[in-house]
């Protein structure tokens, strides 16, 4: 093999190599973008998240103030029904004792 088909052969494999190289390359910066777009869609994807979870906790809490109030002013009438119930019996009993006192004795 003569030095003139040595560097034929030496140029042609490196415009292979060359080749194989540009091939690469580019590959990879079609992957480098898709990751840059798949990243971009979860990065918008879990902002939604967000601000669905943030107005969930929101709903969540006035739900839950609504709630406890609910309970508080529920309390408050059994109490109050309580205390009126309390008087009726008490008036009850009072009636049923001067009822009792205005009766003639029995022998």
Request: overall charge negative; glycine content about 4%; cysteine-free.
């Given at each position: 093999?003569t030095?003139e ?12 190599i060359a ?5 690469d390359?580019e590959e ?7 990751t ?15 601000g ?5 906790a929101?709903e969540?809490?006035a ?5 406890r ?39």
């Amino acid at each position: 093999m003569t030095l003139e088909e040595r560097f034929a052969r030496i140029e042609h494999v490196t415009a292979g190599i060359a080749e194989q190289r540009e091939k690469d390359r580019e590959e990879y910066k079609a992957l480098w973008r898709d990751t840059q777009r798949q990243i971009d869609a979860l990065a918008t994807t879990t902002h939604k998240l967000a601000g669905t979870v943030a107005q969930m906790a929101e709903e969540n809490r006035a739900e839950h103030e609504r709630l406890r109030q609910a309970d508080a002013e529920l309390s408050a009438r059994q109490r109050q029904s309580g205390a009126e119930l309390d008087a009726r019996v008490a008036a009850l009993v009072s009636a049923i004792g001067q009822f009792i006192a205005s009766q003639p004795p029995r022998h």
